[in-house]
């Protein structure tokens, strides 16, 4: 399924896989001026396509190699041989061979393995060209390794890809870390932003506030964990005390995305032998 839209001058893709006629997980991918920002998943690869049939397409830039942005590169590079695929440089032997990376059974349910694509590397701070726009490049991992973000100085634009997610988390997919994550929004923070184009959810403009509160949001839940851990907790208690009920994510990802797992990040900085005092 896919919903077009537009924002300024950025047209904007909601993308997920249609089951029982609704669409389900969404994602959002961005066209600018023949530049691709992410290309959703698998399932929606053709639906994208079809959207971006007489468009002029010269690059695709992935901010991460989750497979719900990278599902149409293969597609897209078979329809425009020319077309130039950029990544961080952790994504491009991902890139290249998806399967080779495990996918959690709900990820390959939900959004399906992408095709391999071939992309060449980003520099950090480096710029993208296009013909009436420069796009700076700044690495962001926290939600992966390999995630990126990019800004357009003369218009603020900052495209978050999935560094910045709305609300208050209660949950954290294995493998992210908090920390960084933190550390990333800080970086993005400080970019005099007028318009945010996340990965998923709304636009939003003038983003700093919302960064701001969502920074203080997650260091004042670290400190927390961090202080009952140092209290001897275990890691089932701080859960209960912090967390709140039992989620329906948790029993759909097999606990996969769970609320253990965002305990267990924020720690994970504890037991490599460093204290809050080095994160707040």
Not at 24 to 36: E, I, K, P, Q, S
Not at 173 to 192: C, F, T
Request: net charge positive.
């Amino acid at each position: 399924m896919i919903k077009v839209s537009a924002c300024q001058s950025v047209t904007r893709f909601d993308l997920a896989r249609t089951l029982a006629g609704r669409g389900r997980y969404w994602t959002t991918a961005y066209y600018v001026d023949g530049l691709m920002v992410d290309t959703g998943c698998a399932f929606s690869a053709g639906e994208l396509a079809r959207e971006l049939a007489g468009k002029p397409l010269e690059r695709v830039v992935n901010t991460h190699t989750h497979e719900d942005h990278i599902g149409a590169n293969g597609l897209l590079k078979r329809q425009n041989p020319a077309l130039e695929i950029l990544a961080h440089p952790l994504a491009l032997p991902v890139l290249a061979n998806p399967r080779g990376q495990y996918l959690h059974p709900y990820r390959r349910l939900m959004w399906g393995w992408p095709e391999p694509s071939r992309a060449r590397l980003l520099e950090d701070e480096g710029w993208i060209e296009t013909r009436n726009h420069r796009f700076q490049v700044f690495y962001t991992p926290g939600h992966s390794p390999d995630h990126l973000c990019l800004f357009e100085p003369q218009q603020g634009w900052l495209f978050t890809g999935d560094l910045f997610v709305g609300g208050r988390e209660r949950a954290l997919r294995e493998g992210y870390d908090i920390w960084q994550i933190i550390a990333s929004l800080k970086r993005v923070a400080a970019l005099p932003a007028r318009v945010m184009f996340p990965g998923s959810a709304r636009v939003r403009e003038n983003p700093k506030e919302e960064f701001e509160s969502k920074i203080a949001h997650l260091e004042e839940f670290g400190a927390k964990v961090l202080d009952l851990h140092q209290k001897g907790w275990d890691v089932p208690a701080i859960v209960q005390a912090l967390c709140g009920k039992p989620m329906l994510i948790e029993l759909v990802t097999l606990g996969n995305f769970s609320r253990k797992h965002l305990v267990l990040s924020y720690l994970g900085a504890a037991r490599g032998g460093m204290s809050a005092a080095h994160h707040l």
